[in-house]
């Protein structure tokens, strides 16, 4: 079977806004930039849009170097050359990890922003993904997210309404692979990528939000109640998308041709 890339993004800070991207380097830990920072309360806790909807206005870029964030909740954009420093230790859902600081002026201005006190650490150090013997940055449990596009067409069918593929937060999307063709593929193979799916995408209220507004309805995620929910490794859930492990690094590019197997 093959499927087709209709979509990358990136998310340079964890349950900010997205990156559109037209290739992307795939990393061991991922898309590469992706998730690696993350704001934190001032114990360390990540903050999430589960929590704080208003993250989805932030609309970051990150070069490898210099880290720039526009937003509407500020008059004028974060711009920022990552700092290196001591890591300080962090947590993502109560699991442990480290990040670097990157001290008192982004940690204003997003505090200022966001109306809350809140520091932006950039990650260090290794962390394993939950099952699969991967590692990830700062993303919840793996470092892919993967969507069939045919799969949002049938829920929006479903929902009445037509929802933005943004709600949905995944780094890949696939066209070509039917409704929920991707629930059961185990591996996506291209030229040189190579990233096995792992398990089924557990979904929470950050579905429920506008990522253009930050406004919150229940719809979508009552609507996938109603027919994605199972239990998966013991965990019962709603599920809607995959999450995979690269397991072959290299680069992909809108428009290639992946083997789904």
């Known amino acids: 079977m093959i499927a087709v890339v209709a979509g990358l993004n990136l998310f340079p800070i964890k349950s900010a806004g997205a990156v559109a991207a037209h290739e992307a380097g795939v990393t061991p830990a991922g898309l590469r930039h992706d998730r690696e920072f993350m704001l934190v309360r001032p114990d360390g806790r990540h903050l999430s849009q589960r929590e ?12 490898g170097v210099k880290l720039t964030v526009h937003t509407p ?3 004028a954009p974060l711009v920022w ?9 962090v947590t993502v859902h109560g699991r442990p990890c480290q990040g670097v600081d990157q001290g008192d002026e982004p940690a204003g201005w997003f505090g200022a922003a966001l109306g809350l006190p809140c520091r932006l ?4 150090g290794t962390r ?3 099952l699969g013997g991967g590692t990830l940055a700062f993303a919840d449990g793996y470092p892919v997210s993967v969507l069939s596009g045919e799969s949002l067409d049938d829920l929006n069918r479903r929902a009445g309404a037509p929802l933005p593929i943004d709600r949905f937060r995944a780094n ?3 066209e ?8 059961g593929v185990t591996r996506l193979r291209g030229t040189a990528v190579e990233i096995e799916l792992v398990r089924p995408c557990g979904r929470c209220v950050i579905i429920n939000t506008d990522q253009e507004t930050a406004r919150r309805a229940p719809g979508p995620l009552r609507t996938l ?10 965990e019962r859930g709603i599920m809607f998308g995959r999450l995979g492990i690269p397991r072959a690094p290299g680069t992909l590019r809108v428009g290639d041709a992946l083997s789904a197997s």
């Open 52 to 63: 704080v909807p208003e993250l989805a206005l932030l609309r970051p870029a990150f070069d």
């Open 73 to 75: 909740l500020a008059s």
């Open 81 to 89: 050359e990552a700092a290196d420093g001591p890591a300080r230790d």
């Open 121 to 124: 650490v950039r990650f260090t």
């Open 128 to 130: 394993p993904t939950r």
């Open 172 to 174: 890949i999307v696939l």
């Open 176 to 183: 070509g692979l039917g409704p929920y063709g991707e629930d």
């Open 225 to 234: 109640a109603g027919y994605r929910t199972e239990r998966f490794d013991g």
